[in-house]
């Protein structure tokens, strides 16, 4: 069992710069890829980025690559994302989820233990 909340979410102007927080509880947390995803209002849930259990392997969508840095330290059982250059197209309410063992994927389908979400709105 894994438990995700995700904070950090808020209103910014464009190029303005905000950084996600996923606290996870449970003790199988560092075997584990974890991702983080979002949706846009009348659009699917979209990939955004995805790292490894180590650290070591990082996965972008090409619309944050450059701009969003992924990260985790699982001495504190946390996964972060920070988002620079903020555009309105990045407007989502943005998910950590649990991916499985080993494999970045980028299907969310593929995801679970997802968090309850934060809302991230970038006006331009």
């Known amino acids: 069992q894994v438990h995700l909340v995700e904070s950090g979410g808020g209103l910014v102007q464009a190029g303005g710069s905000l950084r996600l927080s996923c606290a996870a509880s449970g003790r199988t947390f560092s075997s584990y890829v974890m991702g983080w995803f979002r949706q846009a209002p009348g659009k699917d849930r979209e990939f955004v980025s995805a790292i490894s259990w180590t650290g070591g392997t990082t996965r972008y969508a090409d619309s944050v690559k450059g701009r969003f840095t992924i990260s985790r330290d699982n001495d504190k059982n946390t996964v972060y994302l920070q988002m620079n250059s903020l555009k309105p197209e990045d407007t989502a309410v943005y998910y950590c989820?649990?991916?499985?063992?080993?494999?970045?994927?980028?299907?969310?389908?593929?995801?679970?233990?997802w968090g309850q979400g934060t809302q991230v709105t970038v006006s331009s």
């Open positions: 989820a649990v991916g499985p063992v080993g494999i970045l994927t980028t299907t969310a389908q593929s995801y679970g233990g």
